[in-house]
């Protein structure tokens, strides 16, 4: 089997708030946010293992402060450990006002 990095498997995508993803406050919904970094997280795996992939669980999510409608977000994520059946994704968000 042949080694890989964790740069082979990095994953960026990029999305602007719009208004069907906000709340009544202009804030991007969590729920959006989770669906966007769940498909870049599994793009990520994907890369990584070449076959299909699910997300079995999720460590922590923590919300820092809100995501204003217009805002633009970039999601990066790479595969951060790999195993025999499962691997560990990291993935960070930016935030452009």
Known sequence: MEGRTSAGSLAVSTEVVLPNDTNALGNLMGGRLLHWMDVNTAIAAHRHCRTIVVTAAVN?????????????VTLESKVSRAFTTSMEVSLDVYIED
């Open 60 to 72: 922590n999510v923590s919300f820092g402060s809100p995501i204003k409608l217009a805002s633009i």
